[in-house]
């Protein structure tokens, strides 16, 4: 998959089982920062932790993860989803989507074209499962990452709101 260009030197691929100790690097980076955003829903987690999660994630058949490199190799940000099927009911259509699980790039490399290559890569995959949508999730307070997903064309179909009962 490098047609998907990060810039004239860089390139989105499918990570696998080798590119571990660089996505974990990435998804420790997202956790701390996720933690600092929801820490009453979001727990901080070592760098061990991270790369055993990251390498089941690797494993799993189900999950895709997308790596952006730079021309060096070096790795800048990362996108994990997988195939969901929401089946036909009563009142609802079949639909198949490609979720986004993660979507992140490093700071040093943002506004550099990362995530929009990743988005890219990932849709252009989706199209080759019958999937008709990117979805994901955002966090509420995370208004950088809503406006980059914006700006890169997500609109707003569900909202998820949470009332605390203690």
């Not at 998907?4 to 701390?32: C, F, H, T, Y």
């Not at 955003?37 to 058949?61: E, F, M, N, S, Y």
């Not at 490199?69 to 989803?81: Q, S, W």
């Not at 499962?129 to 950088?144: E, Q, T």
Request: charged share 20%.
């Amino acid at each position: 998959m490098t047609s998907n260009k990060l810039n004239p030197e860089g390139s989105v691929r499918i990570a696998g089982a080798a590119d571990v100790d660089a996505v974990a690097e990435l998804m420790w980076a997202q956790n701390r920062y996720h933690a600092e955003l929801v820490p009453h829903i979001i727990k901080r987690v070592d760098a061990r932790g991270t790369k055993a999660w990251c390498a089941a994630q690797l494993a799993d058949a189900e999950h895709t993860i997308f790596l952006a490199e730079d021309a060096d190799g070096t790795a800048a940000g990362l996108l994990m989803g997988h195939v969901k099927v929401f089946v036909e009911t009563p009142v609802n259509r079949h639909v198949t989507l490609y979720f986004v699980d993660e979507l992140y790039v490093h700071e040093d490399r943002r506004r550099q074209g990362a995530a929009r290559a990743l988005v890219a890569a990932a849709r252009d995959f989706a199209a080759t499962k019958g999937c008709s949508a990117l979805s994901l999730n955002v966090w509420g307070a995370n208004r950088l990452a809503i406006g980059a997903y914006e700006a890169l064309g997500f609109e707003t179909v569900y909202q998820r709101m949470t009332l605390p009962v203690t």
